[in-house]
């Protein structure tokens, strides 16, 4: 897997357990298991960090951080891949999943014109929020799903590449 090219994107675990912000987690932090980047841990963080980016709630990054350390899988990734979900992304991807919502529950899609005002989501949000919640947990879930199980097979399909590669390389070495 290639672990230079994600590490050069990550802030490195002593940045993150030096932060000042961050002293409330106590030991918890320190805990190996949330920098490691091994098939597990990715695999893990995939499923968090993009089941937590489905989620139309504020602070998704802290529920990603909170439950990659629940469950011990990469910190740094579970965070990053929450921004899946940007101001640019989110539109769509909360119209797509109120829709799975709207399927999943048999109502009718209703046609909604987003304004970024308060009185859009004291009026609108209290009648599409059920279709958009269930559409969301559930599109995360599967994401979630399919991301964690590609990112084993994936990993484990370039594990298995490198070690042909090296008795490929021994066996010629041997020859000669």
């Known amino acids: 897997m290639p672990k230079k090219l994600i590490r050069r994107f990550l802030p490195s675990p002593e940045k993150i357990k030096n932060n000042r912000s961050l002293r409330y987690l106590g030991d918890r932090i320190h805990d190996p298991n949330l920098w490691h980047l091994n098939r597990r841990s990715v695999a893990g963080a995939f499923f968090v960090g993009i089941f937590c980016a489905f989620l139309p709630i504020p602070m998704q990054m802290l529920v990603a951080g909170v439950l990659a350390m629940l469950v011990r899988c990469n910190l ?78 994936y990993w484990r399909w370039h594990v298995t590449r490198s070690w042909h590669s090296r008795k490929l390389r021994k066996t010629r070495q041997q020859n000669h």
């Open 76 to 153: 740094p990734i579970s965070i990053a891949l929450v921004w899946i979900t940007n101001p640019i992304t989110m539109p769509a991807i909360f119209y797509f999943t109120y829709k799975v919502g709207c399927y999943l529950l048999g109502t009718p899609v209703s046609d909604i014109e987003f304004t970024m005002t308060v009185e859009w989501f004291e009026h609108e949000l209290g009648r599409i929020w059920q279709p958009l919640y269930f559409g969301s947990i559930i599109t995360g879930l599967f994401l979630g799903a399919v991301s964690y199980l590609t990112i084993r097979l």
